[in-house]
C-alpha cells in the first residue's frame, strides 16, 4: 500500500507500524502540491546553510512575511511521488526541505523547479486538481519532460454524473 502525505513524510512512522502489525508491505511517498510561481519568484535558499541556521518563524522575518502570500496561486496539477531507493528517498525529502524552508512554519513552498533538480529514481503519478484550467496541458508536458514516460503515470478518477452513469475525469 502507498503512502502519501501532501507536501510531507509525516506519517511514515504511523504508516510502518501499521503496515508491519497487519503485515502489509509500505510504499512511502509524498504529494507534492506546487505553488504556481517559480523559484525566482520565492524566497532563495542557500543549501550549505540548511542546518547550520534555526528555523525563521514568518512573524520574526519580514523577507519571509512578504514571501507567503494571503492567498497562494496553486497549480491545477499535483504530484504523488514514490522513491525507488534510499538515495532517492533522500532526494525527495530535500524537495520537501526545499519547500519547507521557505516557507512560514508548517507550510510548504514548493515549485516544479525544486522537482526538476531533484527528481532522480522518483516515480510520478500526476493529479489534474481541475481539468478545466488552461494550464493543464503544458503542466503535463513540463512533468514529462522532467521525469519521462517510464517515471510518469496520470491518475485517472471514476467519478458518477447526475444520471449516474460512471466517467473517467
Request: hydrophobic share 40%; aromatic share 6%; charged share 25%.
Amino acid at each position: 500500500i502507498g503512502l502519501a502525505d501532501i507536501n510531507t513524510v509525516a506519517g511514515v512512522v504511523r504508516g510502518h507500524v501499521a503496515a508491519k502489525q497487519h503485515g502489509i508491505k509500505l510504499l512511502v511517498g509524498s504529494h507534492l502540491v506546487f505553488l504556481a510561481e517559480t523559484t525566482s519568484g520565492l524566497p532563495q535558499i542557500d543549501p550549505a546553510q540548511v542546518y547550520k541556521t534555526p528555523r525563521r518563524e514568518a512573524e520574526d522575518d519580514p523577507i519571509l512575511l512578504e514571501a507567503a502570500p494571503s492567498s497562494h496561486s496553486w497549480l491545477p496539477v499535483s504530484l504523488v511521488v514514490y522513491p525507488q531507493d534510499k538515495k532517492s528517498y533522500g532526494r525527495m525529502c530535500r524537495i520537501l526541505t526545499s519547500g519547507k524552508i521557505r516557507a512560514p512554519k508548517g507550510e510548504c513552498m514548493l515549485s516544479l523547479d525544486d522537482l526538476e533538480q531533484h527528481n532522480d529514481g522518483l516515480f510520478g503519478i500526476a493529479v489534474i486538481q481541475d481539468r478545466y484550467d488552461p494550464r493543464v496541458k503544458q503542466i503535463l508536458k513540463r512533468l514529462k519532460a522532467i521525469f519521462s514516460t517510464e517515471r510518469l503515470s496520470i491518475a485517472a478518477a471514476r467519478s458518477y454524473c447526475a444520471e449516474g452513469t460512471a466517467q473517467f475525469e
